[in-house]
């Protein structure tokens, strides 16, 4: 069993999961080698790494192409200002409710993802060979996969007018996308994934992105129906949301939510660890806001090892992430790095 589930699980880890990720814009905003000299010095955060050749660059997804907008298999086109940033939606294909149904249909979920084609056979045929070898995977919906996807489809003051009017269009739209998405999940689930990822942030700076009432009404039913097979199979489930969440962490846990990803700062330390600690368990979003674009190392490592004292316990029931972006000074980066490795083993 993986360190994060046993975290999970509250099966008493032998370190916290630390996760740290180095967007792809990062590589043509800094000198590769220096962040190569940091991936490095840190052997626990990348244990697998080895350094390329000193012409490599990342591939980037076509969502996140700078003058290359994508149209997705849904219909809706990103447009990114930077390579490597993932753009956002500048068209809505079903802006009009009249091309619904008529020239524009759900795509088939044997062939893509929603955001991407893929080839399903061949991942499975990959997935047998990972567990094979005793080895696991995760299974993940694309980010944004229901509340976000309508906004992408409608627009979100289209969107959120629709609900406000009980618009029998959005339902019937709602339906199809939960069909689609349910045949996703059991690609995952039925072949044995170790846990199963629902991304999609819900949340602002401050307050959601839609008022509880709207979320329960159009929105939690469809994650309950994505999650229960998750359930079901006993398999762990992980929810990612930015933003403020705090009056929809209640219907998250009651629609199957295990494992929540939330932001620090923005939900506050204090309410995350009184809300969770030791009951649920929280992969914690290390501000990427205040504390590590500006702040001293000294503040990074009091921010983190405040988080790690306060939520985390013997048995589990923590596990932090952390997304570099452009912007942050490489010192901080570097101090983010030795905390995280520092404080995973807070209880050995």
Same mark, same amino acid.
């Given at each position: ?35 190569? =000299? ?13 350094? $390329? ?11 996140? &192409? ?9 219909? @809706? ?31 088939? $979920? ?27 995977? #995760? ?12 906004? =992408? ?9 629709? *609900? *406000? ?12 996308? /939960? ?25 602002? +700076?401050? %307050? ?16 309950? #129906? ?11 489930? &992980?929810?990612?949301?930015? %933003? ?13 939510? +295990?494992?929540?990803?939330? +932001? ?9 660890? /009184?809300?969770? &600690?030791?009951?649920? @368990? ?6 990427? +806001?205040?504390?590590? $674009? ?6 990074? =490592? ?26 942050? $000074?490489? /010192? ?17």
């Amino acid at each position: 069993m993986d360190l994060f589930t046993r975290a999970a699980r509250f099966e008493r880890p032998e370190a916290i999961p630390m996760t740290f990720v180095i967007n792809d814009a990062c590589w043509h905003h800094y000198p590769k080698e220096a962040l190569w =000299d940091l991936m490095e010095e840190h052997k626990f955060l990348f244990p697998n790494f080895q350094r $390329p050749a000193a012409d490599w660059m990342p591939t980037y997804l076509p969502v996140a &192409r700078k003058d290359a907008p994508y149209t997705d298999p849904m219909g @809706c086109t990103w447009v990114t200002a930077d390579d490597g940033i993932t753009g956002t939606v500048h068209n809505h294909p079903l802006e009009d409710w009249s091309k619904f149904q008529t020239e524009w249909h759900i795509p088939d $979920p044997n062939k893509t993802d929603g955001l991407y084609p893929v080839d399903w056979e061949t991942r499975k045929r990959n997935w047998a060979e990972l567990k094979a070898k005793g080895e696991s995977f #995760h299974g993940d919906l694309r980010h944004g996969h229901t509340f976000l996807q309508l906004c =992408d489809l409608r627009g979100y003051e289209n969107l959120l007018f629709d *609900m *406000m009017d009980e618009n029998p269009l959005l339902d019937e739209l709602i339906e199809q996308l /939960e069909a689609f998405n349910l045949a996703l999940v059991h690609h995952f689930v039925d072949n044995g994934c170790a846990s199963m990822g629902y991304a999609e942030d819900l949340g602002m +700076q401050i %307050g959601p992105m839609l008022a509880p009432e709207m979320f329960r009404r159009y929105i939690k039913p469809s994650y309950k #129906h994505l999650m229960q097979p998750a359930l079901e199979a006993g398999i762990p489930i &992980r929810m990612h949301s930015d %933003g403020d969440i705090r009056t929809l962490v209640d219907d998250l846990i009651d629609s199957g939510v +295990q494992v929540i990803n939330l +932001q620090d700062l923005v939900n506050g330390i204090d309410w995350i660890a /009184e809300r969770f &600690r030791g009951k649920i @368990c929280v992969e914690l979003d290390i501000d990427r +806001q205040t504390v590590t $674009p500006y702040g001293s190392p000294a503040q990074i =490592d009091a921010l983190i090892r405040e988080e790690v004292s306060k939520i985390a316990t013997p048995a589990g029931g923590l596990c932090m992430v952390y997304g570099l972006y452009p912007g942050v $000074p490489l /010192e901080n980066a570097k101090a983010v790095m030795d905390a995280m490795e520092k404080y995973a083993f807070y209880f050995s």
